[in-house]
């Protein structure tokens, strides 16, 4: 057990025998209760100090404060007072106890590659050109790369924290980044600035996209595994995501809004996969913001694809001749992602394959066949809902489905916010099973893609 679990279980521990003395008759009680919470208060002190701010032991520091404040001022109450406040400590401690094991600090899971990763950030503006001639506003993209990197002594990188964007005040609410304060805790396998290993074979560049409003490393349990095997990962996502889907759901009228809402819970029911997949044709075809959204971040790849040399000369010690294979470039999605991806390996020719992680078919010509190579990757309840693309791309198109799994489980939520589970937002998979499937389906395509590299 992670050193931040033992305080964290010591605290709730200590609070809950605190009670038991106070409620306890005879004056060594009290003594005792009293020693319990001044030693509580102390791995407090040593909690808030050592660690990030975790927010699921809040309700336990209520209890503790209370429980000491009421001691030292040697607070009488009557009795049904004191049974009252008891149990409302308890359920407060049960409730600490219950978010901290829903929303844990793991140890995730190592990349299964011979290769240590590297990681860095860049931000990337650029003003596109529309059909007349004439520019957009600027597109603001933060481009998160992941690569084989060259390590003789680790200690000399500071380990990437997960998901890092979320604490970026400029793309994400306060509300957001209060409750991601403490994934600071969760250190990734991925050493910040580290030198690239020009060693490593010379794989295809992944371009890897997010879910609608998502970051670039929501996906870190996936690109960290292709880095430690070689692949250059780029996780593009667009900074003002938010805004822009807003933006253009208040342009729909009231009756566009019904229907792409009404839609959205008709594709998450139960039905036969083929009229999954009839339905699936027709929302994807009539939902115009998700339908943009996608064009737009096809655009920002493409993009990021024209300028492929100068990002990946970003990375210490590049070696551009050495270090990666930009004729062969693999698009990945997960969610609207895959739609990206699907968008993108269509209309441009140098992308040499695609996967989609349980994603629609959102974009320009939805019912355009793929001609390259392309991974379909379901989870159950979504599974034939892309069978229209399958239908007409023949025998490009391979697919695979995750038993167990639901939508949210192609995220790193899968094994770092178990909570969720309970709330019904996860399958049975297990996290860790998950993660290797999902890794597993993935790099055995790109092998049987790409057998000579």
């Not at 209520?62 to 429980?67: E, G, I, Q």
Request: charge should be negative; include cysteine; aromatic fraction near 8%.
């Amino acid at each position: 057990m992670a050193l931040i679990h033992l305080v964290e279980l010591a605290i709730i521990c200590l609070a809950a025998l605190s009670l038991m003395f106070i409620l306890a008759p005879g004056l060594h009680s009290k003594k005792i209760a009293t020693l319990f919470l001044i030693c509580t208060a102390v791995l407090i002190v040593l909690h808030t100090i050592g660690f990030s701010f975790r927010w699921q032991i809040v309700p336990a520091y209520f209890v503790v404060a209370a429980l000491l404040i009421a001691t030292l001022r040697d607070v009488q109450t009557g009795v049904f007072v004191k049974v009252a406040g008891s149990v409302l400590a308890g359920l407060l401690l049960l409730v600490s106890l219950t978010l901290l094991t829903g929303f844990p600090v793991p140890p995730l899971p190592e990349p299964t590659g011979p290769h240590k990763v590297g990681t860095i950030t860049l931000n990337e503006e650029y003003s596109p050109e529309n059909n007349n001639g004439s520019t957009e506003i600027t597109r603001q993209l933060q481009l998160t790369l992941w690569y084989p990197a060259l390590l003789s002594d680790t200690a000399q990188y500071p380990r990437e924290t997960l998901w890092n964007e979320l604490h970026d005040s400029d793309a994400f609410s306060v509300t957001e980044r209060f409750f991601a304060t403490y994934l600071k805790n969760i250190e990734t396998s991925s050493y910040r600035g580290a030198p690239l290993n020009a060693t490593a074979p010379a794989r295809p560049v992944v371009i890897y996209n997010h879910a609608l409003l998502s970051m670039a490393s929501d996906n870190t349990l996936m690109t960290e595994t292709l880095a430690s095997f070689g692949y250059i990962v780029v996780g593009v996502r667009h900074k003002k995501q938010r805004e822009e889907y807003f933006q253009l759901q208040e342009a729909l009228s009231d009756e566009q809004k019904t229907y792409e809402k009404e839609s959205a819970l008709k594709l998450g029911a139960h039905m036969d996969r083929a009229t999954r997949a009839e339905l699936s044709l027709e929302v994807y075809g009539n939902n115009t913001t998700l339908a943009e959204i996608v064009r737009r971040r096809s655009r920002d790849s493409s993009h990021v694809l024209s300028n492929l040399e100068s990002v990946l000369g970003s990375i210490p010690g590049y070696v551009s001749s050495k270090c990666k294979n930009t004729e062969k470039v693999v698009l990945v999605g997960f969610s609207l992602g895959g739609a990206v991806a699907t968008e993108l390996c269509k209309t441009d020719q140098r992308c040499s394959a695609a996967v989609n992680l349980d994603g629609g078919i959102f974009g320009s010509d939805i019912t355009a066949p793929v001609t390259i190579p392309y991974l379909m990757v379901y989870s159950p309840s979504h599974s034939g809902g892309n069978d229209f693309l399958k239908a007409v791309s023949g025998d490009v198109y391979f697919e695979q489905t995750i038993e167990g799994a639901m939508h949210t489980d192609f995220h790193d939520a899968t094994f770092v916010l178990p909570g969720l589970r309970w709330m019904g937002l996860l399958g049975n998979i297990g996290g860790e099973e998950m993660i290797k499937q999902r890794n597993h389906h993935v790099l055995t395509f790109l092998a049987r893609t790409f057998p000579n590299l």
